[in-house]
C-alpha cells in the first residue's frame, strides 16, 4: 500500500520549527536527496508517492529535524570540497570557512609536505590535503575515539593515506624527531559566553569539547600549537589556523610575540576575520 505527499506538506511540517528560507533548503534535500524525487518534479510541486517503508521513513526524519538534529546527521554524511565525509554527533559538522581554510594551504604546499593536523575531527582537512597535496605525509591528533573512529572510516572510503594519532594536544610531549612543514588547525574557539547565541541544532548536538573555549581563555588552543610548533615545524614550516572573528588581532599578537613572522590575517567570504597564518623562521 501507497500513499502520497507534496512537497509543500513537507515544507509546512520543517517550518514550525525553522525559519522559511532553511525549511525551504531542508524541505529539497528531504524532498530530492532523501526520497529521491526528481528535481524537476519538485520543482514543479509534484506528489511524492511513498511505500509504508518511505512512509515511516520520512515521518522519523520529520520527527528528528524538528528535535534540532542538523541534516547532516541524519543524512550521515556532508559535502567538503568535492567528496562525501561521514559524520556522525561525535564530530562537528565541516563549515565552508574550513573548505577556504584548505584552499588556501593546496596551492601553498610543496610537493612532499609533511603535514600535521590537530583536532581533526571527521578528517575532512587532514584527509582533503592527503588527496590534493602531491606526495604528502599527514599526520591527523585528536583527542576524541569517537572522532578518530570516524576519520578513519573516511580515510578508508575516500582512499586516502593519513596517520592517525590519539592525542590531548594541551598536554602531549611529541618525538624529539617529530617535524612537519605544515600545521594547520581549526581548534574549539567559541567562547562560553557566545552559547546563547547559537542554534539549537549545534547547541544540543555537536560536541562541546570541539566548540567551547572558557571566557577567560579564549586562545589557549592556539597558544598552545603555538608553543608546539618551534618545537615541531621544520624551519620556514607554516601553520594556518581558523579563528574566532573575535580574536583576531589577539592571535596575531600572540604569535608575534611567541616569534613567529610572516603573520597574516584572512577573511572569510562573509568578511569576517577567519584565518591566521604564520612562519617559523
Same mark, same amino acid.
Given at each position: 500500500? &501507497?500513499?502520497?505527499?507534496?512537497?509543500?506538506?513537507?515544507?509546512?511540517?520543517?517550518?514550525?520549527?525553522?525559519?522559511?528560507?532553511?525549511?525551504?533548503? =531542508?524541505?529539497?534535500?528531504?524532498?530530492?536527496?532523501?526520497?529521491? /524525487?526528481?528535481?524537476? !518534479? #519538485? #520543482?514543479?510541486?509534484?506528489?511524492?508517492?511513498? &511505500?509504508?517503508?518511505?512512509?515511516?521513513? @520520512?515521518?522519523?526524519?520529520?520527527?528528528? @529535524?524538528?528535535? %534540532?538534529?542538523?541534516?547532516?546527521?541524519?543524512?550521515?554524511?556532508?559535502?567538503?570540497?568535492?567528496?562525501?565525509?561521514?559524520? +556522525?554527533?561525535?564530530?562537528?559538522?565541516?563549515?565552508?570557512?574550513?573548505?577556504?581554510?584548505?584552499?588556501?594551504?593546496?596551492?601553498?604546499?610543496?610537493?612532499?609536505?609533511?603535514?600535521?593536523?590537530?583536532?581533526?575531527?571527521?578528517?575532512?582537512?587532514?584527509? &582533503?590535503?592527503? =588527496?590534493?597535496?602531491?606526495? +604528502?605525509?599527514?599526520?591527523?591528533?585528536?583527542?576524541?575515539?569517537? $572522532?578518530?573512529?570516524? $576519520?578513519?572510516?573516511?580515510?578508508?572510503?575516500?582512499?586516502?593515506?593519513?596517520?592517525?594519532?590519539?592525542?590531548?594536544? @594541551?598536554?602531549? /610531549?611529541? !618525538?624529539?624527531?617529530?617535524? %612537519?612543514?605544515?600545521?594547520?588547525?581549526?581548534?574549539? %574557539?567559541?567562547?562560553?559566553?557566545?552559547?546563547?547565541?547559537?542554534?539549537?541544532?549545534?547547541?544540543?548536538?555537536?560536541?562541546?569539547?570541539?566548540?567551547?573555549?572558557?571566557?577567560?581563555?579564549?586562545?589557549?588552543? %592556539?597558544?598552545?600549537?603555538?608553543?608546539?610548533?618551534?618545537?615541531?615545524? &621544520?624551519?620556514?614550516?607554516?601553520?594556518?589556523?581558523?579563528?574566532?572573528?573575535?580574536?583576531?588581532? !589577539?592571535?596575531?599578537?600572540?604569535?608575534?610575540?611567541?616569534?613567529?613572522?610572516?603573520?597574516?590575517?584572512?577573511? !572569510?567570504?562573509?568578511?569576517?576575520?577567519?584565518?591566521?597564518?604564520?612562519?617559523?623562521?
Amino acid at each position: 500500500m &501507497s500513499t502520497s505527499i507534496s512537497p509543500r506538506l513537507i515544507r509546512q511540517r520543517i517550518q514550525t520549527c525553522y525559519p522559511s528560507g532553511e525549511a525551504l533548503w =531542508l524541505t529539497r534535500i528531504v524532498c530530492h536527496e532523501i526520497l529521491g /524525487q526528481p528535481m524537476t !518534479d #519538485y #520543482y514543479l510541486g509534484k506528489d511524492i508517492v511513498l &511505500s509504508a517503508n518511505k512512509e515511516t521513513e @520520512l515521518e522519523n526524519i520529520l520527527t528528528r @529535524l524538528c528535535q %534540532y538534529e542538523p541534516i547532516q546527521y541524519i543524512q550521515g554524511k556532508t559535502r567538503f570540497l568535492g567528496r562525501d565525509f561521514h559524520v +556522525a554527533p561525535g564530530v562537528l559538522i565541516p563549515r565552508p570557512e574550513t573548505e577556504e581554510l584548505v584552499g588556501q594551504i593546496i596551492p601553498q604546499a610543496p610537493v612532499g609536505a609533511r603535514i600535521l593536523d590537530i583536532g581533526t575531527g571527521s578528517g575532512c582537512i587532514a584527509i &582533503s590535503l592527503a =588527496l590534493s597535496v602531491p606526495e +604528502a605525509q599527514v599526520t591527523a591528533w585528536d583527542i576524541s575515539s569517537e $572522532a578518530l573512529r570516524i $576519520a578513519c572510516e573516511n580515510a578508508r572510503t575516500l582512499h586516502a593515506d593519513v596517520r592517525f594519532v590519539a592525542c590531548n594536544v @594541551l598536554t602531549v /610531549q611529541p !618525538d624529539a624527531d617529530e617535524r %612537519y612543514d605544515i600545521i594547520v588547525s581549526n581548534p574549539p %574557539y567559541v567562547t562560553e559566553r557566545e552559547r546563547q547565541a547559537m542554534e539549537p541544532n549545534v547547541l544540543e548536538w555537536e560536541p562541546a569539547q570541539a566548540l567551547f573555549v572558557p571566557d577567560n581563555d579564549p586562545l589557549r588552543f %592556539y597558544r598552545r600549537i603555538a608553543h608546539l610548533g618551534h618545537q615541531l615545524l &621544520s624551519p620556514n614550516g607554516r601553520m594556518y589556523f581558523e579563528i574566532n572573528q573575535a580574536y583576531g588581532e !589577539d592571535t596575531v599578537n600572540m604569535l608575534h610575540e611567541s616569534g613567529y613572522t610572516a603573520i597574516q590575517i584572512g577573511k !572569510d567570504l562573509s568578511g569576517n576575520d577567519r584565518f591566521v597564518r604564520c612562519q617559523r623562521n
